[in-house]
């Protein structure tokens, strides 16, 4: 609800996509820019699913189709590094 200002689902085993307008669209719309840091995602652009340790469900941005069916957006998903 809060990334897309909507109630999507209350499945806890659903997996997406979503396509509803979300904050990566209105930031987009903003002429804003955005990055989402995940902790343990495989790669920079990793839209898959789990790939342990990471878990997808805990980077909510994975499933918006605005991210997952642009090239140049995907990239935006880092992984979170540790220090």
């Given at each position: 609800?809060?990334?897309?200002?909507?109630?999507?689902?209350n499945d806890d085993a659903f997996t997406?996509?979503?396509s509803v307008d979300d904050?990566?669209?209105?930031?987009?719309?903003?002429?804003k820019t955005?990055?989402?840091?995940?902790?343990?995602?495989?790669?920079?652009?990793?839209?898959?699913?789990?790939s342990y340790p990471y878990a997808k469900r805990h980077n909510i941005l994975s499933y918006f189709t605005d991210v997952t069916t642009s090239s140049t957006q995907g990239q935006e998903s880092r992984p979170l590094l540790s220090i």
């Open positions: 609800m809060l990334t897309t200002g909507q109630i999507v689902t997406g996509p979503v904050i990566v669209r209105d930031l987009l719309a903003a002429g955005w990055k989402s840091y995940a902790e343990s995602i495989p790669s920079v652009g990793y839209t898959g699913g789990d």
